[in-house]
């Protein structure tokens, strides 16, 4: 985006990784203010709002040296002296969301802003010949071929600014909060290839194991491994890890224990899981990012499977995936497939924990009746006699929404707190199977306390939990209910 204007330092270019939750108060701050923006949505609120403040530093600095020096000196020494610490401190004080967001002025002067919980990531490399800043390490890895330990992480609520002499330094613009990292860019969107990543999705499908090994009844010998391809294959790599552990242990206390016949002793040191890649997919190929009217479509045609190695009506099949969001590629495609393979059993395992509540601050998960595990709650509801607790909660969120005290409470979460999640994962199944299916179908979800000891650094968890790292996201959860409840298909900022 670009706020154009004959004086080169009023100049601003603006991109970035970002949403706000405040976008109307924003809009409404600048209309205080005398403008007119032309649109209302977050990237020009944002361009503007800072554009306000660089037009104000220009003209403190034209105040502070106009009778000294004259144009076309001035405008250098405008240039010069201009503080970007301070146009960005005043423009971003009022700012709720995500994000990271960078700004060039038409002097050559750059900042890298991050929001002050760190929800969006921020990442730069610098060197004597350049300042290099993405979202990912990766990217910057593979560009410039350094080491990771090379590549600095930008502090929640500081900026990295460069002046046109290429000169830069990280400095603090807003005060930090206690930092949530989007933990869901560890499980899904990051690049696998990041050392840090690829362990802690690792050892996402490595904490599984007691889950999985209790629905399966331990029954190892009559169950086959797999996953649903391409990001649930790490995860895979650190499910299987985790069960030859246990396997290890058991070995262990089978030889301490004292077995007697050596055939038995062979077949427990020889026993290894069995492990076959029974879905193959597209790798061009996402259907969590295709538009809603595509996706029925695409699920149907980008995956296919491997015959002859399921034993038919004696094997268990155990699926892991990155995640469950809403249920479409499991319902019309994935179950449908793996049944055709004659299982006994399916049991799909999600690396992450239940999605139950929308995302306001980068990754669009915005629509609540997109979530299965919202659906297996209303289910629930209703199944419960408890369906008249969907309008009492309605009834809290409009009068939230309408008060000076939209950010204070989710009313939403006190819909789950009468289900268990093992009950929601039942309830979850059941959605998802498909009416002429014949196998037996479970789903295990990944817990919350399991994701923040995969991803000790980013705990941001707030589409599991409804605990939002900024007082805009209890707003959004509550607009997003009373957007359901009325039929309204749009986001809730």
Not at 420 to 443: G, M, N
Request: hydrophobic letters at 40%; a negative charge.
């Amino acid at each position: 985006m670009l706020r154009q204007s004959n004086w080169r330092s009023r100049n601003l270019v603006m991109a970035g990784n970002f949403n706000m939750t405040n976008v109307d108060e924003l809009f409404g701050k600048l209309v205080s203010l005398g403008q007119h923006p032309k649109e209302k949505v977050d990237t020009v609120t944002v361009m503007e709002k800072i554009g306000h403040f660089l037009d104000e530093e220009n003209q403190r600095v034209f105040d502070r040296f106009k009778g000294i020096w004259e144009n076309p000196v001035l405008s250098d020494i405008i240039e010069e002296n201009i503080d970007l610490q301070r146009v960005l401190e005043r423009s971003c004080r009022d700012f709720d969301g995500g994000y990271a967001m960078c700004g060039l002025t038409g002097h050559g002067a750059a900042f890298v802003m991050r929001d002050p919980a760190g929800i969006r990531p921020a990442y730069y490399y610098a060197d004597d010949e350049v300042v290099v800043v993405a979202s990912e390490k990766q990217a910057i890895k593979a560009a410039f071929d350094v080491e990771y330990n090379q590549i600095q992480e930008i502090t929640p609520g500081s900026a990295l600014i460069i002046n046109k002499e290429g000169e830069f330094s990280e400095m603090s613009i807003l005060p930090q909060l206690p930092k949530r990292s989007c933990s869901f860019e560890r499980i899904y969107f990051s690049r696998g290839t990041d050392p840090d990543i690829y362990n802690e999705r690792k050892q996402l499908g490595k904490l599984l194991i007691p889950q999985i090994l209790e629905e399966i009844d331990y029954d190892l010998e009559n169950t086959i491994f797999s996953y649903i391809p391409n990001t649930a294959e790490t995860s895979f790599f650190g499910m299987i890890e985790g069960l030859e552990e246990y396997l290890a242990k058991k070995r262990k206390r089978a030889i301490m224990e004292g077995i007697l016949f050596e055939e038995e002793l062979d077949r427990v040191l020889s026993f290894r899981p069995r492990i076959e890649k029974l879905v193959t997919k597209d790798v061009k190929s996402r259907t969590f990012i295709t538009a809603d009217n595509l996706r029925d479509d695409m699920v149907s045609s980008v995956y296919d499977t491997t015959f002859e190695v399921v034993r038919k009506g004696i094997d268990t099949v155990v699926v892991i995936d990155d995640s469950i969001v809403r249920g479409t590629t499991l319902e019309k495609s994935i179950l449908k497939m793996l049944d055709g393979l004659g299982p006994k059993k399916i049991v799909i395992v999600s690396s992450a924990p239940q999605i139950r509540f929308p995302d306001c601050y980068g990754i669009d998960m915005s629509k609540m009746k997109d979530f299965v595990a919202f659906r297996a709650m209303l289910k629930l509801l209703e199944e419960r006699n408890l369906d008249y607790m969907r309008e009492e909660v309605y009834t809290q969120c409009v009068a939230n929404l309408a008060s000076k005290n939209a950010y204070t409470t989710n009313y939403v979460k006190a819909l789950y707190d009468y289900f268990t999640d093992d009950e929601i994962s039942q309830k979850v199944a059941e959605i998802i199977r498909p009416e002429a299916l014949k196998a037996e179908v479970s789903v295990i979800f990944q817990t919350v306390d399991n994701l923040h000891k995969a991803c000790p650094n980013h705990i941001g968890d707030w589409y599991f939990t409804g605990n939002y790292p900024t007082r805009g996201g209890n707003k959004v959860v509550n607009k997003a209910y009373v957007n359901f409840h009325e039929g309204k298909l749009v986001r809730a900022y």
